[in-house]
């Protein structure tokens, strides 16, 4: 049975209600393991007390400010995970960023500085979390990451976040097979397009939702829950010889050919 009740899910990546994070820390919950939450800080704190109302029902044991890009809060966030867990047994990110500039337009006038950004907090960020998550599953682990279909086909506007989920899908498997001794397993789900905060800021998201809702074998997109169930099996017992895939929850839009729609 489906059961994560004794273990510790470490969840990064909620920005607001709409977050697919937020779509799995429910489900881990509710599938009965004890959650962790960490969150990107700003200056004035906002984000701190906007996260901890939404995610008071779940009764956090952990709630930490976790910039990827900083080195030290990604330090304090797993001696904080050591100090009051002891052992950690999932770990979800759920993170991407590019600057706005470069999601649209001419993939080609990408900046080295843009590239630089979005690679670093969109893909090294799981290799950084998953070195500091190794030492604490002591008794196994999963780690499951968030990725998206422009990370292997060229999906307009998308650009260099493409360029950084090809990135992250390939840390997958080589992470993948480096902690596959140690009986760690690291996925990824490819979800479809969801109306979040981070989608909601790239013009034309609600087209291609449409479109998806005219394409997809399903007819319809996904959800932030159906994401969350997806992650809760990958992270059970049941997906126990599961690692290195990318399972697609896009209610089938990847397998289709011929998506030519009338307008
Ligand atoms: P979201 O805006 O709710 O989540 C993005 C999160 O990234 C936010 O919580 C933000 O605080 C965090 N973040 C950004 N920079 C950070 C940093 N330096 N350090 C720590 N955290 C940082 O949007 P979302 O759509 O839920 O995105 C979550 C994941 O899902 C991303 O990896 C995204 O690429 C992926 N995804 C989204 C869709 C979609 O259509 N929404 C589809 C497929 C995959
Ligand atoms: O991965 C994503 C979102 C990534 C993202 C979005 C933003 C908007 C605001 C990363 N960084 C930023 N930076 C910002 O300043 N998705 C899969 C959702 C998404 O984003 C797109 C999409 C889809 C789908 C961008 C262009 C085209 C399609």
Redo the contacts with the bound molecule.
């Keep these: 049975m489906l059961d994560l009740t004794g273990k510790n899910a470490l969840v990064?990546?909620?920005?607001?209600n709409?977050?697919?994070?937020?779509g799995i820390a429910q489900q881990l919950h509710k599938a009965g393991a004890n959650i962790g939450i960490?969150?990107?800080p700003d200056e004035k704190g906002r984000?701190e007390k906007k996260v901890a109302e939404l995610v008071e029902p779940l009764q956090p044991s952990l709630f930490v400010p976790?910039?990827?890009?900083?080195e030290a809060q990604v330090e304090s966030t797993f001696a904080t995970v050591k100090e009051k867990w002891g052992k950690l047994d999932i770990l979800i990110?759920?993170?991407?960023?590019a600057n706005k500039d470069d999601l649209t337009g001419s993939f080609v006038n990408t900046s080295r500085a843009g590239f630089t950004t979005a690679l670093d907090?969109?893909a090294y960020?799981l290799v950084r979390l998953s070195a500091a998550a190794k030492p604490l599953m002591t008794e196994g682990g999963s780690i499951l990451?968030?990725?998206?279909?422009g990370g292997v086909r060229v999906i307009p506007n998308y650009n260099v976040?493409g360029i950084a989920?090809a990135a992250l899908e390939m840390n997958v498997r080589y992470l993948a097979a480096d902690l596959g001794p140690d009986n760690i397993r690291v996925n990824a789900?490819?979800?479809?397009?969801?109306?979040?905060?981070?989608?909601s800021a790239v013009g034309g998201?609600l087209d291609m939702i449409h479109h998806v809702e005219q394409v997809a074998p399903l007819r319809r997109t996904v959800t932030?829950i159906e994401v969350g169930n997806a992650a809760t099996f990958l992270c059970s017992d049941l997906a126990s010889g599961v690692t290195g895939q990318v399972l697609y929850v896009d209610a089938g839009y990847e397998i289709m050919g011929m998506t030519e729609t009338k307008s």
């Design positions: 990064t990546g909620i920005a607001n709409r977050s697919i994070a937020w960490t969150y990107l984000a976790c910039n990827v890009q900083d990110h759920c993170l991407a960023f907090i969109s960020s990451t968030l990725t998206y279909l976040m989920k789900i490819s979800a479809g397009p969801i109306r979040t905060l981070a989608s998201i932030q």
